[in-house]
């Protein structure tokens, strides 16, 4: 099935642990992207890509790292948990041509405890 | 920077009527796309409609249209005939298309609509 994989679908972590979230999509999209979901606001970029090899910082990067290897995956690494990352963490894929259509995943619900 | 403001974090409409969810922005970019999604409760992100900056004609997807005022920076989405199946989250995003920050979308805050039957 064409899409964006998102795994796990949901996560419980301790603080100080690190866990790597897996975003995989087989569209052939050049452009790639996490998002974090908070109650009351709404969705912020976390890290995107623009191609294999290219990674840039959205609006939240700190205590997430990315890279990007091949173009189906963009794997999100949390490098030390903390409870402030509790969220649902969304990947997004798209062509980087118009009409702009972007691909989520399912989310993935993270906990910190 | 661009930013998406969504002034009505909850509205409930009767099944069958009319709603209006309401979206403004801010950018001096003029390159530029304007998107509207749902989040049903599966969390799943879901596109209702898609609007370019450069048309002038609204959107519009069977039940969902657009009111895009370019000049006053503004993106609303109109419901008619609401279904049960309606009950969600909507967000309103924002994207560039060139330059700097393109395909990076900037999302509201969300306003949660229950459709009450």
């Known amino acids: 099935n064409a899409g964006v994989t998102q795994t796990p679908k949901f996560q419980v972590l301790k603080t100080g642990q690190s866990m790597t979230l897996q975003c995989a999509q087989d569209?052939?999209?050049?452009?790639m992207s996490w998002y974090r979901q908070d109650p009351g606001m709404g969705l912020r970029l976390i890290h995107y890509?623009?191609?294999?090899?290219?990674?840039d910082q959205g609006e939240v990067p700190n205590g997430y790292n990315v890279s990007r290897s091949t173009t189906e995956d963009f794997p999100l690494r949390l490098l030390s948990a903390a409870p402030s990352q509790t969220s649902v963490y969304f990947c997004?894929?798209?062509?980087?041509?118009?009409?702009?259509?972007?691909?989520f995943g399912s989310g993935t619900r993270l906990t910190v405890v | 920077a661009q930013t998406v403001t969504q002034s009505q974090p909850e509205m409930s409409v009767q099944e069958a009527e009319t709603v209006t969810l309401s979206c403004t922005y801010d950018t001096s970019e003029s390159n530029y796309y304007l998107f509207w999604y749902k989040q049903p409760p599966s969390r799943q992100m879901i596109l209702v409609i898609r609007q370019e900056a450069y048309k002038q004609q609204n959107a519009t997807e069977n039940r969902f249209s657009v009111n895009f005022q370019k000049a006053a920076k503004s993106f609303s989405l109109k419901i008619s005939d609401s279904q049960l199946g309606d009950t969600a989250m909507y967000f309103c995003?924002?994207?560039?298309?060139?330059?700097?920050?393109?395909?990076?979308?900037?999302f509201g805050k969300g306003t949660k609509l229950s459709v009450i039957p």
């Open positions: 997004a894929s798209s062509y980087p041509t118009v009409p702009l259509s972007y691909t």
């Open positions: 995003a924002f994207t560039l298309y060139s330059g700097a920050g393109s395909y990076q979308l900037t």
């Open positions: 569209m052939n999209h050049e452009y």
């Open positions: 890509s623009v191609g294999a090899g290219i990674t």
